[in-house]
Structures are given as structure tokens and as C-alpha cells.
């Protein structure tokens, strides 16, 4: 049986590892194809860390052959252009075709602009190592200019720095910038009363996904580091340097930042899938897309239903566990027994808010600062140690 998984993320790649595991004693049984665009995989729960110069270039990146090389698993890199669910065949951007038996989607989201003028022509994305690498060249490059120019209104607008979104990845990334100001301003000689970070969101909460005592404490831990919050302030309109809201043109900013929702990749729908309003595939209590006896979907770019409470959140941990669960279904397909039904673990997740700082839900109990900060570590630590 050929399985072919689409994208090395946190669901595809542990997909692929966890089957191998599984079906290492019977190599003649199964063949796995991991596919993806990058030849590494992304850590992306760190790409904010990239953003700032918080960790090594390369920390957040481990090569998918490094990951691989005791394991049965092919790696195929390249980008996936079209399901074609009746002949069971992928075809890449570059028009090469990939059979398979079975198929796993994995291929996470990307930034959704929400249909915002100007959105996706003037604001930086933080989804992939790449855009992490250029957001911050483009911060560092902003700090170089405003050293070098007399205009104060010009280097007041060089040094704002605008959020747009107070999910996981536009708290985690002004937690971040707020503590790498400092030192910026003291490389280049700028004022650091000049700079100005703001965290924008149409929403009247900041991590909702937490509940009202995260967003209170979220306030505060990044009203302190000197982020300036606005909630209930929906962005309708982007122009170069500039936000507006209701119509008026609310701060003139030299870098907007857009962590104002995501979406699944436009291929799921364009290849016939049953999708939602975000473009996930629907898919059933096994992980098995709607209506396709071969085809599965896992992480970001999946609807999971949750027997308790809606659809299954897109998160990194909760990507992770389905990608070891379709293994085991898989490996159950292979075995011809009766696959077991996916049950959304709730474990809980911790988001940093610059160093020292965090904020989380570990099994339902809130943690705070040092305490929060650990767990994170330990998180990151741990993740490590499955690619091992
Ligand atoms: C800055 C940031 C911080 C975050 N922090 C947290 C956090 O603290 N905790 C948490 O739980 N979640 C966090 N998240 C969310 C979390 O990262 C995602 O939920 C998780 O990555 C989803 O995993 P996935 O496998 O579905 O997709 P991904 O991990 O994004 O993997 C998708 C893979 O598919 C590949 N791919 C995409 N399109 C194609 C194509 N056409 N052809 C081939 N390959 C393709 C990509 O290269 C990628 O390797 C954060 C997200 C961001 C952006």
C-alpha cells in the first residue's frame, strides 16, 4: 500500500514517523511518501523567535532528511498543485504526478487577509521560516533607516511597528519585539521613546481561545513591556504606511504586521474536497475527508469535529496527536482492522509573551510568568526530542 502525506508539518510529519514506527517490521507492506515544498520542517511554534533574532537563524528548521535518516520513509520535495481524487493522484507544481493508495493532507494554512484592502499588498505574513527571515530583515532595516534620517515625523513612523491580531502569533511576536527594541535602539543610537509597538484586534479579547483571565494578564504583561493595546478596533483598510478603522485613518506605521487569521490552502477546494467557510476539509471522527474512503486530513487545514465543543482548534499540539492517530489508522487499514475514532485531547497550551513571560492552561489550571515560561521550554524541549 502507497501512502502519500502532503506536508511536514507538526500533523504530516508525525503522521510519517509514527507509521514507521508501527510498520517498521513489515517494510513490504506499506511504502510512505512524505511530500512537502521545504526539504526541512518548520518549527513554526517559534517563527516569532526567528522574527526577532531570539534564537539562531536555523533553530527553528531541521532538515526532513536529517529527521528521516533511520526511517523508511521517502522524501519527496515539491509542491503539491492538485488532488485528483478519482485517478488517486497528486500533481506537483512542476506537473509531475504521484500516485497513492492512501492520501494524508497535511498541509497547513495560510494568513488570511480577510478580504482587507491592502491587507495581503502591505503587511508582512508570519506562517513560514521564510517570512520569518524577511520580517526581520525588514525590522532591522527599519531601525538602520530611522538612525539615519533628520525628519522626526518619518523616524516616529520608521519605528512604529503595528500587530495586527492578538492571537498566539500577534501576542507572541509583540511580546518578542517589545524586548528586542532595546537592544535595536542601542545598535542603531535611536531614541528608545520613539519606538512604538501596537497590538490591534477587532475583537474585545486578547487570546480568546484562553478565556477572559488570559486576556487580562495578557494586557498587563504586554502593557508593561510597553506594547500599546488596541481591542475592538477592526482594521478595514491597509494602505503602505498606514491602518484605518471607521473610516479614518487611525496610525501611520513603517511595518504592519498581519497575524489576523489563517486559511487552508486553496487546493483542498480547488481539487473538489468538502470544505468550510476557511477552506478545511470536513472530515469525519477517523480523520477520513467527507465522502472519500481514501483520503484523510490532519492539523490547520482540517475541520475536526469535537464530540464537546465544536471543531478541534488549530494548534500545533492538536496537529501532532492527529498525525499520530492517522498512523495508527492507517496502520489499522493495513492490517485490515477497525480503525479507531479520533478523541480531541484537551492538554491545554502555553504561549510566550516575551522572555520571562508566558501564559497557559496546562490540564485546565491557568500558570503565569517564570512558571508558564518553564513549561514552555519544556514544551519546546520535548517537541525537539521527537524529531530526534
Ligand atoms: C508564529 C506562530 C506561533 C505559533 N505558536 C503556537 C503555540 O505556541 N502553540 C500552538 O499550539 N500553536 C501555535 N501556532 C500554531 C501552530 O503552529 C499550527 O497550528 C501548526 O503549525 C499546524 O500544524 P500543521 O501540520 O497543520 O501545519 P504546518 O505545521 O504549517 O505544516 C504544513 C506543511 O505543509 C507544507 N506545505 C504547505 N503547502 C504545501 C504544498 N502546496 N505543497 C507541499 N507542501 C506544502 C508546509 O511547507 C509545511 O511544512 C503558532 C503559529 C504561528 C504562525
Known amino acids: 500500500m502507497h501512502i502519500l502525506i502532503l506536508g511536514a508539518g507538526y500533523a504530516g510529519l508525525h503522521t510519517a514517523i ?3 514506527n508501527l510498520v517498521r517490521n513489515q517494510p513490504d507492506l506499506a511504502q510512505i511518501t512524505l511530500v512537502d ?26 532538515p526532513l532528511n536529517k529527521i528521516m535518516q533511520q526511517r523508511a520513509v521517502q522524501i519527496r520535495q515539491g509542491c503539491a498543485a492538485q488532488i485528483k481524487p478519482l485517478q488517486r493522484q497528486v500533481v506537483l507544481q ?13 498541509l497547513g494554512a495560510e494568513t488570511n487577509y480577510g478580504g482587507v484592502p491592502g491587507a495581503r499588498e502591505h503587511t508582512f505574513p508570519l506562517r513560514t521560516f521564510d517570512e520569518a527571515l524577511r520580517l526581520r530583515n525588514h525590522i532591522v532595516a527599519r531601525f538602520a533607516a530611522a ?30 519585539l517589545a524586548a528586542w527594541a532595546p537592544d535595536l535602539c542601542q545598535e542603531f543610537d535611536v531614541p ?32 508593561r513591556r510597553g506594547v500599546s493595546i488596541y481591542l475592538d478596533t477592526p482594521v478595514e483598510r491597509v494602505e503602505p504606511r498606514g491602518l484605518y478603522v471607521s473610516g479614518d485613518r487611525v496610525l501611520r506605521a513603517g511595518t504592519i504586521i498581519w497575524a489576523g487569521g489563517i486559511r487552508a490552502p486553496a487546493l483542498l477546494a480547488e481539487s473538489g474536497l468538502p470544505v468550510d467557510a476557511s477552506g478545511r476539509a470536513f472530515v469525519d471522527r477517523y480523520l477520513r475527508v467527507r465522502d ?35 498512523a495508527d489508522t492507517l496502520a ?8 479507531r475514532t479520533y478523541e480531541p485531547l484537551k492538554l491545554g497550551e ?26 514552555k521550554k519544556g514544551i519546546e524541549a520535548w517537541y525537539r526530542s521527537t524529531l530526534e
Not at 37 to 62: F, G, P
Not at 196 to 220: P, V
Not at 352 to 374: H, N, Q, R, Y
Request: proline share 5%.
Open 332 to 339: 489499522s487499514e493495513i492490517e485490515g482492522i477497525a480503525p
Open 18 to 20: 509514527e507509521l514507521d
Open 350 to 375: 502555553v504561549v510566550s509573551l516575551g522572555p520571562g513571560e508566558a501564559i497557559g492552561d496546562p490540564l485546565g489550571v491557568p500558570v503565569f510568568g517564570k512558571t508558564a515560561e518553564l513549561m
Open 292 to 326: 472519500q474512503a481514501l483520503i484523510f486530513a490532519a492539523g490547520d487545514c482540517a475541520n475536526v469535529p469535537d464530540p464537546a465543543d465544536g471543531t478541534v482548534p488549530a494548534t500545533a499540539s492538536y496537529a501532532m496527536r492527529q498525525g499520530t492517530h492517522l
Open 94 to 106: 512542476d506537473g509531475q504526478t504521484l500516485d497513492y493508495d492512501r492520501l494524508v493532507i497535511a
Open 192 to 223: 528608545r521613546q520613539e519606538v512604538r509597538i501596537a497590538l490591534l484586534d477587532r475583537s474585545k479579547f486578547l487570546l480568546k481561545q484562553f478565556g477572559s483571565w488570559a486576556t487580562r494578564n495578557a494586557e498587563r504583561i504586554l502593557d
Open 147 to 176: 538612525a539615519k534620517t533628520a525628519d522626526p515625523a518619518e523616524q516616529r513612523t520608521l519605528l512604529t511597528f503595528a500587530l495586527v491580531g492578538g492571537g498566539y502569533t500577534g501576542c507572541q511576536l509583540a511580546g518578542e
Open 37 to 62: 515544498q521545504n526539504s526541512y520542517h518548520q518549527i513554526v511554534q517559534l517563527l516569532h523567535l526567528t522574527a526577532t533574532a531570539a534564537i539562531q537563524t536555523d533553530e527553528a528548521i531541521v
